[in-house]
C-alpha cells in the first residue's frame, strides 16, 4: 500500500488551494490530518474521512450531521485510490452545495501527485537495482560469480552479446579552478545519469565515486561490419557526442546552481561473457589514464587507441619493468638525454619515418641522423634490427613522463 507522507500531503494542500477558495485537508488511510489549510487541525481525527475511507466513496457532511462527528466539519471528504489501493482521503471544509463541484478537481489533482511520487519511487528503486548490478559487475571477481547471470537475466542483459564500459571523469576546469567538490559533483553525475537513462534507457550507468560515472553498453554486433574496431570506434563517438550534448543541456539548465565541469570519455576493451565488464572497465581506466597524460587537452580515450601501453601498464614493477626501462635509463646519464628522448618520442610518434620526425622537431635530417645513432651508441641498440626498435619502444612508452 502506498503510504501517504506528510510532504505530500502538504503539497497537495499547497497546491489545490492556490486555485480554489476553500480549505483543504489531507487524512492517512487511518483518517488522521497530515496536512490542512487550518495548521490548528492537523493531527486529529476526522472521522468524515473515516466514512469515506470504510465506504470508499464519497462523503458528504452538512452542518448538523457534522455537530455528530468527532473532528468534522460540514464540507465533502474523497477517499484517494492509486494503483487500486486505498492511501487516504481528501477533504474540502464548506457548505456541501458551495464545495461539491471542486471536490473531483481536488482529488484528481491528489490522486496525480501520488502515482507521480509513486512513479518516481519505483524509478529511483530500479535505478539503485541497476547501479548496484553495475559496480558488481566491474568488480575483479565477477567472472566468478555465478548470481550475476541470474540478475543479468533479471535486467534483459545477455553476456553472450558484446559487453564494453564507457568511463566518464569529471576533470578540474583549470590551475586555478579545481575540481568540484566531491557533493556538487556527484549531484552533477546523478542529473547526467538521469538524462542518459531518459535518453538512452538501454544502457546501465553507476556513479563509482563523487567524480566518476561507469556507462555499461551491452549490444550485438553488427554482421555487415567486418571492421569490429571501427563499430566500437562509432559507438564511443557517439556516446561521446551525447554525453556532451545532454552537459550542455544540464549546464543551462542548471547554469545558476552548479556549473558545467569538463570531462573525459574513456572506452576500454570490448568483449563478451560474465566477467567482460570488469576487464573493460579496467583497461578504460588505463586508457583514460595514459591517455590524460600524453594529450592533457584530449576528452576522449580509446583502449583501441591505446592498446599496447595499456597492456604494457602492468608491467609497472618488477625486476621486468626494470629491465625494460634500462634503455632509458642510459640515455638519462647522458647530459643530453631529454633531448635524445624528445627525439625518440617523436621518431616513434611519425612511425620511425625519418623527414616525418626532421620535419615534426623543425631539425635538418643530418642532425636527426647524429642524435639516432647518439642514441644507439648509448643505449646499446641497433635501431635498424627490429627487436631492439620493439625494446626501445617499450622502454619510451613505460618511461615515467610517457605513460
Known amino acids: 500500500m502506498i503510504e501517504l507522507s506528510t510532504h505530500q500531503a502538504q503539497d497537495i494542500v499547497a497546491r489545490t488551494m492556490r486555485i480554489i477558495p476553500f480549505n483543504v485537508n489531507v487524512m492517512d488511510a487511518h483518517g488522521v490530518i497530515l496536512a490542512s489549510g487550518d495548521p490548528a487541525r492537523v493531527g486529529e481525527l476526522h472521522d468524515g474521512a473515516l466514512l469515506a475511507l470504510a465506504k470508499r466513496a464519497t462523503v458528504e457532511i452538512d452542518a448538523?450531521?457534522?455537530?455528530?462527528?468527532?473532528?468534522?466539519?460540514?464540507?465533502?471528504?474523497?477517499?484517494?485510490?492509486?494503483?487500486?489501493?486505498?492511501?487516504g482521503a481528501v477533504g474540502l471544509s464548506g457548505e456541501p452545495d458551495a464545495v461539491r463541484q471542486f471536490g473531483e478537481l481536488v482529488r484528481l489533482t491528489a490522486e496525480m501527485i501520488l502515482e507521480?511520487?509513486?512513479?518516481?519511487?519505483?524509478?529511483?528503486?530500479?535505478?539503485?537495482?541497476?547501479?548496484?548490478?553495475?559496480?558488481?559487475?566491474?568488480?575483479?571477481?565477477?567472472g566468478a560469480r555465478p548470481d550475476l547471470e541470474a540478475w543479468g537475466r533479471r535486467l534483459g542483459v545477455d553476456f553472450r552479446r558484446t559487453q564494453?564500459?564507457?568511463?566518464?571523469?569529471?576533470?578540474?576546469?583549470?590551475?586555478?579552478?579545481?575540481?568540484?567538490?566531491?557533493?556538487?559533483?556527484?549531484?552533477w553525475l546523478q542529473r547526467l545519469q538521469l538524462a542518459?537513462?531518459?535518453?538512452?534507457?538501454?544502457?546501465?550507468?553507476?556513479?563509482?565515486?563523487?567524480?566518476?560515472?561507469?556507462?555499461?553498453?551491452?549490444?550485438?554486433?553488427?554482421?555487415?561490419?567486418p571492421d569490429r574496431t571501427k563499430t566500437l570506434a562509432r559507438r564511443?563517438?557517439?556516446?561521446?557526442?551525447?554525453?556532451?550534448?545532454?552537459?550542455?543541456?544540464?549546464?543551462?539548465?542548471?547554469a545558476d546552481?552548479?556549473?558545467?565541469?569538463?570531462?573525459?570519455?574513456a572506452m576500454g576493451l570490448a568483449s563478451t561473457g560474465v566477467g567482460a565488464a570488469a576487464v573493460s572497465y579496467q583497461s578504460a581506466q588505463a586508457a583514460a589514464r595514459i591517455g590524460r597524460r600524453r594529450d592533457p587537452a584530449a576528452r576522449r580515450h580509446s583502449y583501441y587507441g591505446l592498446a599496447l601501453p595499456v597492456l604494457l601498464s602492468g608491467l609497472d614493477a618488477g625486476w621486468q619493468a626494470s629491465e625494460l626501462r634500462r634503455p632509458l635509463a642510459r640515455l638519462g646519464r647522458d647530459r643530453s638525454g631529454a633531448g635524445l628522448l624528445h627525439?625518440?618520442?617523436?621518431?616513434?610518434?611519425?612511425?620511425?619515418?625519418?623527414?616525418?620526425?626532421?620535419?615534426?622537431?623543425?631539425?635538418?635530417?643530418?642532425?636527426?641522423?647524429?642524435?639516432?645513432?647518439?642514441?644507439?651508441?648509448?643505449?646499446?641498440?641497433?635501431?635498424?634490427?627490429?627487436e631492439d626498435r620493439l625494446l626501445l619502444y617499450v622502454s619510451v612508452l613505460l618511461a615515467p613522463q610517457a605513460a
Open 64 to 87: 448538523a450531521s457534522s455537530r455528530l462527528m468527532h473532528g468534522a466539519k460540514p464540507g465533502i471528504n474523497l477517499p484517494l485510490v492509486v494503483g487500486g489501493r486505498l492511501c
Open 116 to 142: 507521480q511520487a509513486s512513479l518516481a519511487g519505483e524509478l529511483q528503486r530500479d535505478s539503485r537495482y541497476r547501479e548496484a548490478f553495475v559496480l558488481n559487475l566491474i568488480r575483479p571477481d565477477a
Open 164 to 187: 564494453v564500459v564507457f568511463l566518464l571523469e569529471l576533470l578540474p576546469a583549470g590551475p586555478a579552478h579545481p575540481r568540484l567538490p566531491d557533493d556538487e559533483a556527484l549531484a
Open 196 to 225: 542518459l537513462l531518459a535518453r538512452r534507457p538501454a544502457l546501465l550507468s553507476a556513479t563509482t565515486g563523487p567524480h566518476e560515472l561507469v556507462i555499461l553498453d551491452v549490444f550485438e554486433p553488427d554482421a555487415r561490419e
Open 236 to 254: 564511443h563517438e557517439t556516446l561521446a557526442a551525447q554525453v556532451e550534448e545532454l552537459a550542455a543541456e544540464l549546464a543551462a539548465e542548471f
Open 257 to 265: 546552481d552548479i556549473p558545467a565541469p569538463p570531462s573525459t570519455l
Open 343 to 386: 627525439t625518440l618520442q617523436a621518431w616513434f610518434t611519425c612511425d620511425e619515418s625519418s623527414a616525418a620526425t626532421a620535419a615534426a622537431l623543425d631539425i635538418h635530417r643530418n642532425t636527426l641522423d647524429y642524435r639516432l645513432r647518439r642514441i644507439e651508441a648509448l643505449t646499446g641498440l641497433d635501431l635498424a634490427r627490429s
